[in-house]
T-cell receptor, first 115, second 115 residues
Framework: DADVTQTPRNRITKTGKRIMLECSQT?????MYWYRQDPGLGLRLIYY???????NKGEISDGYSVSRQAQAKFSLSLESAIPNQTALYFC??????????????FGPGTRLTVL | AQKVTQAQTEISVVEKEDVTLDCVYE???????LFWYKQPPSGELVFLIR??????QNEISGRYSWNFQKSTSSFNFTITASQVVDSAVYFC????????????FGTGTRLTIIP
């Protein structure tokens, strides 16, 4: 079974709808991240969380919110989706106990289309 | 602010040729980590290598090798005797400082190996 899972894997929605993307991990990592990938722009950080009570904005947090319900779960919400939020979304985790080696492990991605 | 530049947007080579993917980074920190990730056509992100700023030794792993040069702020990736399975988008990424595990990604290089 995959260590980092994302649901749904694909989603088509309409402008103005609220949508939630969910991420779960079984790696026991403290740190979780949400990125979006757009063609030609690489991956950009939306939000990150270093533990259950910690939420931090990333590079492009406007229009998004997150919830860290438990150590293993980190959800990304689009309160009112707009077409330019069409992208591939990745969740990632890392282990703060890894002695500074902060490799991140990525989920399979969620392809979101906003019409 | 940190920045990663992958100037090569797309590269195509014939199978069995060697190919080098360039990565140039900017950071004001003296302690940082550099990474390469592979994104095959299936879309997932696969970790390839991590290098910390104090270790300038080049690394070889099978057909893959990495050349880290602090003097030129570069962390280049070479694939020797390329194979069709190497076709993917490759991302270079930078993380500043221990405990601050936010990755800044380059825009990626799409590598196509022609059979």
């Amino acid at each position: 079974d995959a260590d980092v899972t994302q649901t749904p894997r694909n989603r088509i929605t309409k402008t103005g709808k609220r949508i939630m993307l969910e991420c779960s991990q079984t790696k026991g990592h403290d740190r979780m991240y949400w990125y979006r990938q757009d063609p030609g722009l690489g991956l950009r950080l939306i939000y990150y969380s270093f533990d259950v009570k910690d939420i931090n904005k990333g590079e492009i947090s406007d229009g998004y919110s997150v919830s860290r319900q438990a150590q293993a779960k980190f959800s990304l919400s689009l309160e009112s989706a707009i077409p330019n939020q069409t992208a591939l979304y990745f969740c990632a985790t890392s282990d703060r106990l890894a002695g500074g080696y902060n490799e991140q492990f990525f989920g399979p991605g969620t392809r979101l289309t906003v019409l | 602010a940190q920045k990663v530049t992958q100037a090569q947007t797309e590269i195509s080579v014939v199978e069995k040729e060697d190919v080098t993917l360039d990565c140039v980074y900017e950071t004001r920190d003296t302690t940082y980590y550099l990474f390469w990730y592979k994104q095959p056509p299936s879309g997932e992100l696969v970790f390839l290598i991590r290098r910390n700023s104090f270790d300038e030794q080049n690394e070889i792993s099978g057909r893959y090798s990495w050349n880290f040069q602090k003097s030129t702020s570069s962390f280049n990736f070479t694939i020797t005797a390329s194979q069709v399975v190497d076709s993917a988008v490759y991302f270079c990424a930078l993380s500043e400082a221990f405990g601050n595990e936010k990755l800044t990604f380059g825009t990626g290089t799409r590598l196509t190996i022609i059979p």
